[in-house]
């Protein structure tokens, strides 16, 4: 398969906790997002990395959330001291590298439960 | 500010007619539109999407229309299929190099047998 990947596919855990979401990008892409989506609604952009740089960061990103993706393949999320508020599914996207690569391709997304 | 919304949040048609799902625009400067399609406990799956330079795009069954002047874009799905229900988001991209994308709520597309 070369979609986007994204690991784990559904996160259980107690408010309070700290949790970690892996995004795959496809190999070849070097622009890759993470959005966040609710039940009904559409995704939400969290944040957008070229390469290794973190280029935007939402107002929805606050400071319990980080982003990183270190040699510019693989990207990690990381939400600290869960809340409530904070389930949601989590989807990663990526696109290419030219002018006209838009497109964003999503991965399957990982469902966020906070208990 | 940016805001991308759908006309009706569901929408049911029969097996083999054509289906149109309609959505509006705010932002007369965005460049760029996109169509996804999303099945239940799936990520969003892109199906097509057309530059602000242009009017029409057609794909596969599909066919998008963009008319900037009332900031209107709509999505055609000829001869729908049972596979075709899903929820169908638009959204668009304030303007090039802007690589974040604003997304509706969505429009809700049952196929009936």
């Known amino acids: 398969d070369t979609g986007v990947s994204q690991n784990p596919r559904h996160k259980i855990t107690k408010r309070g906790q700290n949790v970690t979401f892996r995004c795959d990008p496809i190999?070849?892409?070097?622009?890759l997002y993470w959005y966040r989506q609710t039940l009904g609604q559409g995704p939400e952009f969290l944040t957008y990395?070229?390469?290794?740089?973190?280029?935007?960061k939402s107002r929805l990103l606050s400071d319990r959330f980080s982003a990183e993706r270190p040699k510019g393949s693989f990207s990690t999320l990381e939400i600290q001291r869960t809340e409530q508020g904070d389930s949601a599914m989590y989807l990663c996207?990526?696109?290419?590298?030219?002018?006209?690569?838009?497109?964003?391709?999503f991965g399957p997304g990982t469902r966020l439960t906070v208990l | 500010g940016e805001s991308v919304g759908l006309h009706l949040p569901t929408l049911s048609v029969q097996e083999g007619d054509n289906s149109i799902i309609n959505c509006a625009y705010s932002?007369?400067?965005?460049?760029?539109f996109i169509w996804y399609k999303q099945e239940s406990g799936k990520g969003p799956q892109f199906i097509i999407d057309?530059?602000?330079?242009?009017d029409k795009r057609q794909g596969q069954r599909v066919t998008v229309l963009l008319n900037k002047t009332v900031k209107h874009l709509s999505l055609q799905i000829a001869a729908t299929q049972p596979g075709d229900s899903a929820v169908y988001f638009c959204?668009?991209?304030?303007?090039?190099?802007?690589?974040?994308?604003?997304f509706g709520t969505g429009t809700r597309l049952t196929i009936i047998p």
């Open positions: 996207a990526s696109s290419g590298r030219g002018v006209l690569t838009d497109t964003q391709y």
């Open positions: 190999s070849e892409h070097n622009r």
């Open positions: 990395f070229q390469n290794e740089a973190q280029l935007e």
């Open positions: 932002n007369s400067a965005s460049d760029y």
């Open positions: 057309i530059r602000s330079n242009m």
């Open positions: 959204a668009e991209r304030a303007y090039f190099g802007n690589e974040k994308l604003t």
